[in-house]
């Protein structure tokens, strides 16, 4: 199911399907079915393709926030750029860390300055009731 495979990979163009000549994009509760899920399993991090970052802000610390694993995703993300085959580890989840490795390497290879672009929608007292819907508190 596309969920699940969302879910487990991070990716929430994984949600959208093809369907011969058309495309099928996710609804809204798709969407928050799987920040929901992965939120849960303390994955607050989603990729929309590969140059955006979804953030459900935790409000806590987390484990995967740390030097070892700063350095993991810094040996993954820029010194490894070799293409996925088959017997490779399994890709990293989707992290701060990732993309600031990604936007270094692309800094690096081209010789030019890069720029990094923050948004966020500052929602107060936001609870997930149930898998598919937001409700404001």
């Given at each position: 199911?596309?969920?699940?495979?969302?879910?487990?990979?991070?990716?929430l163009?994984?949600?959208v399907?093809?369907?011969?000549?058309?495309t099928?994009?996710?609804?809204?509760?798709?969407?928050l079915?799987?920040?929901?899920?992965?939120?849960?399993?303390?994955?607050?991090?989603s990729?929309?393709?590969?140059?955006n970052?979804?953030?459900?802000?935790?409000?806590?610390?987390?484990?995967?926030?740390?030097?070892?694993?700063?350095?993991?995703?810094?040996?993954r993300?820029?010194?490894d750029?070799?293409?996925?085959i088959?017997g490779?580890?399994?890709?990293?989840?989707?992290?701060?860390?990732?993309?600031?490795?990604?936007?270094?390497?692309?800094?690096?290879?081209k010789?030019?300055?890069q720029?990094?672009?923050?948004?966020?929608?500052?929602?107060?007292?936001i609870?997930?009731?149930g898998?598919?819907?937001?409700q404001?508190?």
């Amino acid at each position: 199911m596309a969920s699940q495979a969302a879910s487990s990979s991070g990716d929430l163009l994984d949600l959208v399907s093809h369907s011969g000549q058309a495309t099928v994009y996710p609804s809204d509760d798709a969407i928050l079915s799987v920040l929901h899920a992965r939120f849960r399993s303390d994955l607050p991090y989603s990729r929309i393709g590969t140059t955006n970052l979804v953030l459900v802000n935790p409000y806590k610390s987390l484990a995967n926030v740390n030097d070892v694993s700063a350095q993991e995703y810094h040996d993954r993300s820029y010194k490894d750029t070799t293409l996925p085959i088959g017997g490779s580890p399994r890709p990293l989840q989707p992290h701060p860390y990732e993309m600031a490795a990604k936007i270094y390497l692309v800094m690096r290879r081209k010789n030019e300055s890069q720029a990094l672009i923050a948004r966020y929608a500052f929602l107060p007292y936001i609870s997930l009731r149930g898998p598919h819907r937001i409700q404001e508190v």
